[in-house]
């Protein structure tokens, strides 16, 4: 579904991302995982279409490189970006609304994918008529995977879903990614938490530096020593 060659990201003299290459098949649930600053963001901030990049971006057999990131929404690529990015003066419904400026749907379907929505996170549904920038961290990041799933995407970025979250509100968020994936959606997921993500997806890339240091399946990355030392905490 998604194939990047030799993505090279450079700010001024920073060359943040190094030849990069990983590939996304339909179905499946990657993770791309490294420290802060090794370059993960601006990975997918170039796959959207956020920061111009020189390689080749695939998705779907087709180059997407230079398409405006709405034109890439209304494609499938859908991304829930790190730091959650609700629109917190409006309310939660409003939001999850906000997810379909893309689409054209009748008010029947509309309902019953919000239904939905409400049935996977029940905290929202409490909450719906609750301004989003009042609600907390976790909450606001079910709004934001929410958002998201109402552009009825064909390949979910979450960009480090679990930043900023307690243990506790992290497992939950992860337990959803699953439930996400027995329903077939395809992800490509960001993340600083090695061990929950490797504990979700089929395949990992190891980001540092802005190259990709290893590769491989994700139960054989977490039973590599020099994973294992480096972000699994052994």
Do not use: W
């Not at 779907?60 to 003066?89: N, S, W, Y």
């Not at 239904?115 to 609600?135: S, V």
């Amino acid at each position: 579904m998604l194939e990047i060659r030799n993505l090279n990201v450079s700010y001024g003299s920073i060359h943040a991302v190094r030849n990069l290459s990983l590939e996304v098949k339909q179905g499946e649930v990657v993770t791309l995982i490294g420290s802060n600053g090794a370059g993960k963001t601006t990975t997918v901030n170039a796959i959207c279409g956020v920061i111009p990049s020189k390689c080749s971006i695939l998705y779907q057999g087709k180059d997407i490189i230079g398409q405006p990131t709405h034109k890439l929404v209304e494609a499938g690529i859908v991304m829930v970006a790190e730091g959650r990015r609700i629109f917190p003066k409006l309310t939660v419904e409003q939001n999850l609304h906000m997810g379909t400026y893309s689409r054209k749907a009748g008010k029947g379907e509309l309902k019953q994918e919000m239904d939905a929505i409400y049935a996977m996170f029940p905290r929202l549904a409490e909450r719906r008529a609750q301004l989003g920038g009042t609600m907390s961290g976790g909450e606001q990041q079910m709004l934001a995977i929410g958002r998201a799933l109402m552009a009825k995407p064909k390949l979910l970025i979450l960009d480090e879903p679990s930043m900023g979250l307690a243990p506790i509100v992290v497992k939950g968020i992860f337990e959803t990614i699953k439930t996400i994936k027995r329903q077939g959606l395809t992800i490509l997921l960001i993340e600083q938490n090695a061990a929950m993500a490797l504990s979700v997806a089929d395949r990992g890339y190891v980001l540092e530096h802005g190259e990709i240091s290893h590769h491989d399946t994700a139960e054989n990355l977490r039973s590599q020593d020099v994973v294992k030392q480096a972000y699994l905490g052994h």
